[in-house]
């Protein structure tokens, strides 16, 4: 296997475990609603944004190669 599918392989294991501690954030939102349940939900979604523009990226030169 290829550094660069290796690479794609962790990201999406990354990706997997940024989509559950989102859910999980929003879980805790609903139950209790505040400004630093809010800040988490802001906090995974940006993490979940980061590893999804890595995981393109890495897409994009994996095409081009």
């Known amino acids: 296997m ?5 690479s794609v392989d962790e990201i ?3 990706i997997s475990v940024a989509y559950i501690a989102l859910g ?3 879980g805790r939102f609903d ?4 400004g630093e349940n809010q800040r988490r939900i802001d906090d995974a979604a940006a993490e979940m944004d980061r590893l999804l523009d890595q995981r393109l ?3 994009q030169l994996a ?3």
């Open 12 to 14: 999406d294991l990354e």
């Open 57 to 59: 990226l890495l897409q």
């Open 31 to 34: 139950r209790c609603p505040s």
């Open 2 to 6: 290829s550094p660069i599918v290796t």
């Open 24 to 26: 999980s954030a929003r």
């Open 63 to 65: 095409d081009a190669a």
